[in-house]
């Protein structure tokens, strides 16, 4: 491995402890610094297979011979810097339970939006951030490359819907904080929104042409402005249960879509 400068830190005053600490912990912070932080050498290992850049690294002293984080380590390009954070100060801004305490900063991406003309996933102020991240690692795995998220959604790349997506931010093309305008004007494709006012099952749609997905609110789902410009589609529930998690719902739609697609 290129020797590269390694920084010792053992007090919590430090910039990158500090910085570390508030990114983890706050929106408000994240979305000022425009940064966040990844933990844990799974998504690392997901950043490294993408080629996204890394701000910092920062790890516990006890896991700098850890097999993974020395994997980890190897492959860091040479720019990166390292912070080795004494074990208790690395447990004290950490999010996670104990495991292999690696973390890293880094950017959050600010692409500019242009017109859609693909398939496209729009989340429509979902906004629990496990819900986020399932829905973005189902549409990565099914090949969707664009999410549009309205302003109420929760952040796509706090650390938490980071663990969700497992990575599936970084395949991603994802513009945040959209006004409903902003997507109508932008989006050239066919609206659908599962809805449960309409006899349209989803099995019966022809879902093989580009196409936008809506995931709307938990509790209150898809915007009036939004589902008035939308094709309602039924998802079947035989047994009559009120409604499905909009996760589930999601990754439904997703899976059908690429099932008419290509196994049909």
């Known amino acids: 491995m290129t020797l590269r400068p390694i920084e010792r830190i053992t007090s919590d005053k430090n910039q990158a402890v500090k910085l570390a600490k508030a990114l983890l912990t706050q929106a408000r912070q994240r979305k000022k610094q425009r940064q966040t932080v990844i933990e844990g050498v799974h998504l690392l290992d997901a950043v490294l297979r993408s080629d996204y850049p890394l701000v910092q690294v920062l790890l516990a002293e006890s896991m700098q011979q850890h097999p993974e984080v020395q994997q980890v380590l190897r492959r860091l390009p040479t720019y990166t810097s390292i912070a080795v954070l004494s074990d208790s100060l690395y447990a004290s801004i950490r999010s996670l339970g104990a495991g292999i305490d690696i973390m890293a900063i880094i ?19 979902v906004q629990d951030s496990g819900n986020v991240g399932t829905l973005l690692r189902t549409a990565a795995a099914v090949g969707i490359n664009t999410v549009l998220c309205t302003t109420a959604t929760a952040q796509a790349w706090s650390p938490k819907t980071l663990r969700a997506g497992m990575g599936a931010q970084f395949a991603l093309d994802i513009f945040e904080g959209l006004s409903i305008e902003n997507i109508l004007e932008k989006v050239k494709v066919p609206l659908l929104a599962t809805s449960s006012h309409t006899n349209t099952l989803i099995y019966q749609h022809d879902l093989r042409k580009p196409l936008a997905w809506i995931m709307g609110h938990e509790g209150q789902g898809v915007s009036d402005e939004l589902m008035q410009c939308a094709t309602s589609i039924a998802l079947p529930q035989p047994n009559g249960q009120e409604s499905l998690n909009v996760a589930i719902a999601g990754s439904l739609c997703l899976y059908e879509t690429l099932r008419q697609r290509q196994y049909s």
């Open 107 to 125: 950017d959050i991406p600010s692409p500019e939006l242009s017109s859609v003309t693909e398939d496209c996933l729009i989340l429509n102020d």
